[in-house]
């Protein structure tokens, strides 16, 4: 991956475009290499929606390699949503096409005149920018069938879906997967707000005729990825749990340690958490010949994902991660995995952040809109977004949005963006990122849940403020570097309980690259990522008074546990003191 291409969709004429060395960002991936880009050329105070903004498009390190798990690809920008610096990052077979094509990076820059729609084509061959007004206002389901008819079996495809076309600040973009269905999302922020605000549609990625990226040393490579391939089935979690129940197996986890946000934020459980746990969708999914264990891309072995059917074996979309089994789930008082599926479905289909729109929905049965447990209710809503009502376009920005718009109190987002699945009063460690993270609400920033209840990578209470802004802390750091990598976060559980798996990955990295690496290494990585973010959001307008909850978390006690947050703002303002 030696070289960067930028597409001036603004330019004169229509849009240009241009391949340059990679410069002074060689040796970076993903977030590493979007935060980078954004925090030096984009200019923090202009509007995320205009011509000022780029969207950034970068591979993780490792990408296109034969290393496991290294099919991550990161989008980055100013947030639309949030404000302040986005990275989103998602699976499918996007970045390791793009990686072995060379291409350290993708810069979108520049807004176009008029309303064409475009899409962008990159082989070995070069790239082709073309207007297809063909495919406007398609979702992104019909919006893959069209183009698989017109490219390569091996292309790859990040779209965005109707979602995207009206810039709603929930907009996601979409990577295909191995069996080129939309499924995989860059969904938080609205980078598909961006994308659309650009008037890209689609961009088509095929490696016909490249090869895998070659490591500097390819036994010591071999060998660190077989010694890290080990870690992975090894351990409890990425070895059995995921692989069996997929995320979703977290429902029982969460709803038993009354960490389960229910009815927007409520209570700590959901009284018919078990009719929407992993160990339930699994066994569903196999009985009516889904697909309980499958990967979303080629290369990982941990196989969390899946695919959901109906009663008839029908498709009805991949197998709903946890976040989204809860934000449309227990969130919303519903507990009938058939609904879920489907509000699933949409969300890809029209290209939103399930969670965000999860929590949307939940704040608009708190308004009052619907009943909390009203699946149809559930689904009608969400498909406004699709139609593009006024409604739609509300619930489609997001739950602050929707709060805002029908005077709800209890809006469940930092710095703009939902929460995810995890309640920060009784798990105290999620609240610490949550608050002060550049990325706004976001649980994998710095996924305190580890060793605050699955007692991975450590042992704290999560029921207490101690030690709870050291662990984020350093969490933070580390996912920061390990989103670089073009890694699955999941890695982390092993990488973080197994020190000769993390060695492993050490030596699958300097194998790479021909270099040493240590851990200090990795640790600095991540601390000049999130120096970057953090000065970018600061020259936006953010202060410490943004790395807040809202106060209702620190007012209203939640059962069963009966607590509030109780992080000081005094220790909320020390996590990045290193």
């Not at 603004?10 to 960002?25: D, L, N, Y």
């Not at 036994?219 to 351990?235: I, M, P, Q, T």
């Not at 030690?467 to 559980?493: H, K, P, W, Y």
């Amino acid at each position: 991956m030696d070289k960067i291409l930028r597409v001036d969709m603004g330019a004169e004429g229509g849009p240009k475009f241009k391949t340059e060395p990679v410069g002074e960002f060689a040796g970076l991936g993903g977030r590493a290499m979007t935060s980078a880009i954004i925090s030096k050329e984009v200019h923090p105070l202009c509007h995320p929606l205009g011509a000022e903004n780029k969207l950034v498009i970068a591979p993780g390190s490792l990408s296109g390699t034969s290393a496991s798990m290294s099919g991550r690809i990161s989008v980055g920008c100013k947030s639309p949503l949030t404000g302040g610096i986005k990275e989103s990052n998602a699976g499918g077979q996007a970045a390791q096409v793009l990686a072995r094509l060379g291409y350290a990076a993708i810069v979108l820059e520049g807004k176009p005149e008029g309303d064409d729609l475009y899409k962008i084509f990159i082989s070995k061959d070069g790239v082709e920018v073309s207007v297809d007004n063909s495919l406007k206002n398609l979702p992104n389901y019909p919006l893959i069938e069209k183009l698989k008819g017109q490219y390569n079996d091996r292309a790859a495809y990040m779209t965005i879906g109707t979602a995207g076309e009206m810039k709603l600040l929930a907009a996601s973009i979409a990577c295909t997967d191995p069996e080129k269905r939309p499924t995989r999302h860059c969904g938080r922020g609205g980078t598909g707000a961006v994308m659309g605000a650009k008037r890209v549609k689609a961009i088509i990625l095929d490696d016909t005729g490249m090869k895998m990226r070659e490591p500097k040393d390819p036994e010591k490579f071999r060998n660190a990825n077989r010694r890290f391939v080990e870690g992975l089935r090894k351990h409890p979690i990425t070895g059995e749990g995921l692989p069996a129940y997929g995320t979703n197996v977290l429902t029982n986890v969460l709803n038993e340690a009354g960490a389960y946000p229910t009815h927007n934020f409520r209570t700590g459980r959901f009284e018919n958490a078990a009719n929407i746990s992993g160990e339930v969708q699994a066994e569903l999914e196999v009985k009516r010949g889904g697909i309980a264990t499958h990967g979303c891309h080629r290369g990982c072995v941990i196989q969390c994902s899946g695919v959901y059917v109906d009663k008839d074996g029908k498709y009805v979309t991949k197998q709903p991660e946890y976040e989204t089994v809860w934000a449309h789930g227990g969130n919303c008082g519903i507990d009938d995995l058939d609904v879920i599926a489907r509000l699933d479905f949409l969300d890809d289909n029209f290209g939103v952040d399930t969670m965000d729109t999860g929590a949307a929905v939940g704040v608009a049965m708190e308004a009052g809109l619907i009943p909390f447990g009203d699946g149809a209710g559930a689904i009608r809503l969400v498909e406004e977004i699709g139609k593009g009502t006024p409604l739609g376009r509300i619930l489609g920005c997001g739950a602050e949005v929707t709060g805002k718009v029908f005077g709800v109190e209890r809006v469940p987002v930092v710095k703009g963006q939902a929460m995810a699945a995890y309640d920060p009063r009784s798990v105290m460690g999620i609240g610490v990122t949550y608050a002060t993270t550049t990325q706004g609400a976001d649980h994998t920033a710095g996924y305190s849940v580890g060793p605050n209840v699955l007692k991975s990578g450590g042992d704290l209470d999560p029921l207490k403020p101690e030690g709870q802004v050291e662990m984020s802390r350093n969490l933070q750091i580390a996912t920061a570097a390990v989103d670089s990598t073009g890694m699955c976060l999941f890695i982390a559980f092993p990488l973080l309980d197994q020190p000769e798996t993390f060695q492993a990955l050490l030596d699958m990295i300097g194998a790479f690259h021909g270099i040493t690496l240590t851990g200090d290494d990795v640790t600095a990585l991540g601390k000049s990522i999130l120096k970057m973010e953090r000065e970018f959001n600061t020259r936006a307008g953010f202060t410490k008074h943004h790395d807040r909850l809202p106060r209702f978390f620190l007012k209203e006690p939640i059962p069963p546990h009966n607590v509030t947050f109780q992080v000081t703002d005094e220790d909320l303002d020390k996590v990045f003191n290193w």
